[in-house]
Structures are given as C-alpha cells and as structure tokens.
C-alpha cells in the first residue's frame, strides 16, 4: 500500500507535522500522444514525453541534469527506453536510476495506482536527502497517456505550476494509417508472441508501404515466426495479401 498526504503549509504546521517530511510539488504537465497507434510517426519515440517532459522541466527553471532522482513509469522495457531517451537519461547510469521503487513488476501497484507508490517512495528518499529534485513520470494505454511531476524539499520560489502542452503535441507529424491496404512494402517493427511452451506461434509487422503510410499485418507461417526471434527484421520487403 502506499498513501499521500496532500496539504497547504499552513495546514501543515497546524497539524503538526514535522518539516524534515515536507516535500514541495514544484511543477506538473500532462499530454498524450495520438491514441491510433497506427497513426504515430515512430514507434520509437513519444512527443508527448518529449515536449511535456521538457515543459516541466523549464516550469522549475531546472534542466534534466539537475534532476538527482528519477523514477520513470515501467510497464514494460520499452516504454522505459523511449522515454529515457526523450527526457534526455541515462539507460546505465549507476548514480542515477531510472526507478526509485524497483519498478512496476515488482512495486505491487495495480493498475495507474502505481504512482501513487513511485511519488510516496519519491517522497520518502527526498525528505532522506534534503534538497535533492525528483521527477515523476507516469502513462497509460498504449504509451499513450503521459505526466510528470517535479518534487524536492526546498519551497519552490514561486506557485505551483501546470501547462497544457497538448495543442504542441497534436502538431506533431503522423502517418497515415491504412486498413484496407495489400501489396509490397518494407517491415517497420515487429513482436512475435509465443506459446505457453515458448514456441514462436506468428509475427505482428508494422510496414511502411511505398507511399509512407503504415499498414499491420500477420504472419502466421511457424517457420517465418521462429526466424523473426533471430534475425532482425527492419527494413525486409513483405508482401501483404488483401486479407492481412
């Protein structure tokens, strides 16, 4: 389990509660970007993550390398590796992991509740190192949903703050998305599920046709999908048949 308690300073004093427990939220944003993934002009990077992580950052008047601690939300590995890439961190930085929990797997918080649990953690190894800055990010969906938020214990020179960033985000270039397309293209991305015995069973491909556009499609030959889990794929020429 994990709580919060959320208070003016006034309140705070009034109730008691020490200072060495005070954490200051500094700054906040949230965005998302376009809910067809089809539709998105990479799959591996996020403009959402990039341009309201940044926002948040020049809300404190801070950049990322006087962040001292990071917990980056972490449904799965590479949902970490794109936003670690946007908001400009270190995948292997020793001195400054991108988790202050462990991670979603292993943090016990169902669904989004999870960052209830990264921020009081967050809360906690602030008020350990007085004067130390933390940064929050969560999502939701696809990769799709983002926020962020900026804590330390030292007050902030000035109010809270909060920017809508959404109208930069949806300004972003997209793709077209096709549903009905068939013909020759190149693989743009692709992930092989596989059986409960470990078996390749098909191959899901992103392909980029000719014109730019994106199509999906599948491969259900086992053969091809075994080799999908060996060789990499980007860039091969797929044929895509009417039927998908």
Known sequence: GAGLVLTSVSKAVQLQIPK???VFPYAGTDAHDTYLIGERASFSGSPAIRIAGRRVLELTGLGVDDVDVVDVYSCFPSAVQ???????????????????????????????????????????????????????TANGGDLTKHSFGVYSTEPPVHEFRW?????????????VAEDDWSGTGTVEAWTTPVTREGAPEKVFVAVRTPT?????????????????????????????????
């Open 82 to 136: 794109v936003a670690a890439r946007e908001l400009g961190l270190a995948l292997d930085d020793p001195q400054r992991p991108l988790t202050v929990t462990g991670g979603l797997t292993f943090a016990g918080g169902p669904w989004n509740n999870y960052v209830t649990h990264s921020i009081a953690t967050m809360a906690e190894r602030l008020a350990a190192h007085p004067g130390q800055v933390g940064l929050i």
């Open 20 to 22: 060495d427990r005070w």
């Open 163 to 175: 920017a809508d960033v959404q109208s930069e985000v949806d300004a972003e270039p997209t793709v």
């Open 212 to 244: 730019g556009s994106r199509a999906l499609a599948v491969i259900t030959d086992a053969s091809q999908a075994e080799a999908s889990t060996r060789e990499d794929l980007a860039g091969a020429t797929v044929t895509v048949k009417p039927d998908g």
